[in-house]
């Protein structure tokens, strides 16, 4: 168990421009999360895969934001055009389930847009 | 719709002291109840949790009780220490939401 992995750790990116992030979550875990979380507040669910399957996703969510998770084993975050409202750290999870199942974190990327 | 109180932060006490941290929650479920914490410079990490009314989760010396009757999951310790420092979130799950909803958060700072 390597736990849950995130790239970049850091990302300062103009406005306008896109960028992706990645998750790798423990292996045997068929659900993942993606989170964001400002300074002063707790995670704010964005999306959820359910092993390739996106079933969740935040009305938050603008269409400047998409995931994939294409052979139910990594994820990716795409943020279109982004805003500097965008920046926040970007938390992603992973578990055996949903429910009562342990969320495992990963170390997150901060996102800032100057 | 469900939703999570903490108190606010920070919380500032001695070491040796005794810690409460309020939790409160509104569902229209039956939630199970989570504490997280973010140790200064790491990710998330579950601390314990309570699946069921009167159900008392406990880890590291912490505890925390599911009481229905008043809707609270209020996180204690005994005797807390410097390591102890961190933020601390009170989070409920229920299926009609299909993720965690999670408190702001209550820093913790533990003084020498």
């Known amino acids: 168990d390597t736990g849950v992995s995130q790239d970049p750790r850091h990302k300062i990116t103009k406005r306008g421009q896109n960028v992706t992030f990645r998750c790798d979550p423990i292996?045997?875990?068929?659900?993942l999360y993606w989170y964001r979380q400002t300074l002063g507040q707790g995670p704010e669910f964005l999306t959820y895969?359910?092993?390739?399957?996106?079933?969740?996703k935040s009305r938050l969510l603008s269409d400047r934001f998409s995931a994939e998770r294409p052979k139910g084993s990594f994820s990716t975050l795409e943020i279109q055009r982004t805003e500097q409202g965008d920046s926040a750290m970007y938390l992603c999870?992973?578990?055996?389930?949903?429910?009562?199942?342990?969320?495992?974190f990963g170390p997150g990327t901060r996102l800032t847009v100057t | 719709g469900d939703s999570v109180t903490q108190m606010e932060g920070p919380v500032t006490l001695s070491e040796e002291a005794f810690l409460t941290i309020n939790c409160t929650y509104t569902?229209?479920?039956?939630?199970?109840l989570f504490w997280y914490v973010q140790y200064p410079g790491e990710g998330l990490q579950l601390l314990l949790k309570?699946?069921?009314a009167d159900d008392k989760g406990s880890n590291k010396g912490f505890e925390a009780t599911y009481r229905k009757e008043t809707t609270s999951f209020h996180l204690e310790k005994g005797s807390v220490q410097v390591s102890d420092s961190a933020v601390y979130f009170c989070?409920?799950?229920?299926?009609?939401?299909?993720?965690?909803?999670w408190g702001a958060g209550t820093k913790l700072i533990i003084k020498p």
């Open positions: 999870a992973s578990s055996k389930g949903g429910g009562v199942y342990e969320q495992y």
């Open positions: 292996s045997e875990h068929n659900r």
């Open positions: 895969f359910q092993n390739e399957a996106q079933l969740e």
């Open positions: 569902a229209t479920g039956y939630p199970s």
């Open positions: 309570a699946t069921k």
């Open positions: 989070a409920l799950w229920t299926d009609s939401n299909y993720q965690l909803i």
